[in-house]
């Protein structure tokens, strides 16, 4: 299981390495979203590692990195971040992130625009929490932290998955392997992460600042962060595209996973055609 020290905490990562006879392929690195771990974009890294260098990280408390005393804002997941990629010698890279992983990739791209190639953002926002949600997703937590998932899980499914995914006998694998996954993490972890994401400040002011070339999408179903989060994140960001995903929910890289690799596909391949870099195509 490789761990990294950073920032004083271990983190979990994976890294396919360059792909055979391209040593100096571009490297994607993924965040992923709450309750979820690098996992999640196992389908993008299968449809990208004969092309590029994939890396995924674990935030603190999730997926395989150990829980933490503190750190679990969003600042502070970006300094992990940035101190993984410098720690791996990774250089300038592309950067997928979805949900709270498009929280830590947007404050990488404004304040540390120099090691994007690229910013590709899912289902996420650059807005705080909507009030409405607030004290809902505290009270999770807090339950969560008492009685683990099974009492909340519905809630949280239907948080987590689009309606057409989860009406649909092929999602039923997925969903299990993800609450498999989500019940290995310590309670406590998740707990704080969830509150490290409640609790996260706007960075709306920010994206004016992000220089680098930026694709913005969203499951047409995603009621976590609907398309409108999107929609003011593609207007603030120069030159953002923006898509939308049909048939998916919040968690579009497992929902509609052929659709949203061959999205990055075709968006990291222009980046690196426009910038002479490596690249599959």
């Given amino acids: 299981m490789p761990l990294i020290d950073v920032n004083g905490v271990s983190v979990h990562y994976t890294d396919t390495g360059a792909p055979p006879g391209k040593p100096d392929a571009s490297v994607v690195v993924f965040g992923h979203g709450l309750l979820f771990s690098g996992w999640m974009f196992h389908p993008q890294v299968e449809a990208l590692r004969g092309e590029y260098r994939c890396v995924t990280v674990d935030w603190r408390g999730q997926g395989e990195t150990p829980v933490a005393a503190g750190g679990y804002d969003m600042d502070s997941l970006t300094a992990d971040a940035v101190a993984l990629i410098g720690a791996l010698g990774l250089g300038v890279v592309h950067y997928v992130g979805l949900s709270m992983g498009g929280f830590v990739g947007q404050r990488i791209a404004a304040r540390h625009g120099e090691l994007l190639r ?45 309606p057409e995914f989860l009406a649909s006998p092929a999602s039923g694998p997925v969903v299990e392997e993800w609450v498999r996954r989500l019940r290995r993490c310590r309670r406590s972890g998740i707990r704080k992460a969830v509150l490290g994401v409640v609790e996260r400040p706007s960075v709306i002011a920010e994206l004016g600042r992000i220089s680098v070339p930026t694709l913005v999408a969203v499951g047409a179903d995603d009621t976590a962060t609907p398309a409108v989060e999107s929609e003011r994140i593609a207007a603030g960001v120069q030159g953002a595209r923006l898509e939308v995903v049909p048939g998916a929910g919040h968690s579009s890289t497992v929902e509609q996973p052929v659709v949203v690799s061959e999205l990055i596909r075709e968006f990291l391949g222009a980046v690196d055609r426009d910038e002479g870099g490596e690249s599959g195509a």
């Fill in 118 to 162: 690229s910013l590709t953002l899912l289902d996420t926002s650059a807005e705080v929490e909507d009030p409405a949600k607030v004290g809902e997703y505290r009270l999770l937590a807090n339950v969560y932290r008492v009685t683990g998932v099974r009492p909340v899980l519905g809630r949280v499914k239907a948080e987590m998955f689009g």
